[in-house]
Structure formats: structure tokens, C-alpha cells
Nanobody, 126 residues
Framework: QVQLVESGGGTVQAGDSLSLSCTASGRTFDWRFMGWFRQAPGKEREFVAAIRHSGGNTYYADSGKGRFTISRDNAKKSMYLQMNSLKPEDTAVYYC???????????????????WGQGTQVTVSS
């Protein structure tokens, strides 16, 4: 089993920044993709960003392009999401996830990931 723990959420004003972290523990395996998703009340979980475990290629949802930056530290089994210029519509629970068998075309799909964190709340007030 792999356990993922997110941290760094909180309540901020519109225009502020937050940095989320996700650290893995337990059984390690060759993750192919590591991703961030979010879920707002009454909405489906949506893709935010992903990064290849090997090579570090990054992918973003249109909503976060130019504002969010995903990164990872493989040696620390951690990944990060730097969020700048936050907007009230960014308010959600943010989840990190990892997957071993994800193909590129499925990388934005939540059901392609194997393990999930418990989520961290991000609230952006106007």
C-alpha cells in the first residue's frame, strides 16, 4: 500500500498564493504519473495538473495554466503544487494521486490513478 498525505491548504484572499505538498510513504513502485485534482462542493472531481515521474513533463488544466506549477522530488517521494493569483473559483478540496499504469491519453482522468491522499481544503475569499 501507498499512503499519500497532502499539506499546505488554508484560507487566503483572492490574488494570494499557496503551496501544496504531497508526500508518499509505504510500498514504493514505479509511478508513471503524479497528479493533483480538486473537488468543489456539488461538483465532480476535476484534473488540475500532472507530472511524469520520469522526465518531469508537466500538464495542466486550462484553469490553472500560467498560475499553477507542479513539481516533484523523486528522492523525497514528494510532489508540490504552487498556486499563484488564486481566485475564488479555485476554492475546493485538493487531492494528490499517483498511478503506475497511466497512459498519456488518460492522465487527466481521476479513475486512472491508483492511490489518493485524503485531501486538503483550499478556500479563496474575494
Amino acid at each position: 500500500q501507498v499512503q499519500l498525505v497532502e499539506s499546505g491548504g488554508g484560507t487566503v484572499q483572492a490574488g494570494d498564493s499557496l503551496s501544496l505538498s504531497c508526500t508518499a510513504s509505504g510500498r514504493t513502485f514505479d509511478w508513471r504519473f503524479m497528479g493533483w485534482f480538486r473537488q468543489a462542493p456539488g461538483k465532480e472531481r476535476e484534473f488540475v495538473a500532472a507530472i511524469r515521474h520520469s522526465g518531469g513533463n508537466t500538464y495542466y488544466a486550462d484553469s490553472g495554466k500560467g498560475r499553477f506549477t507542479i513539481s516533484r522530488d523523486n528522492a523525497k517521494k514528494s510532489m508540490y503544487l504552487q498556486m499563484n493569483s488564486l481566485k475564488p473559483e479555485d476554492t475546493a478540496v485538493y487531492y494528490c494521486a499517483v498511478g503506475a499504469r497511466i497512459i498519456l491519453s488518460a492522465m487527466r482522468e481521476a479513475n486512472a490513478y491508483d492511490y489518493w491522499g485524503q485531501g486538503t481544503q483550499v478556500t479563496v475569499s474575494s
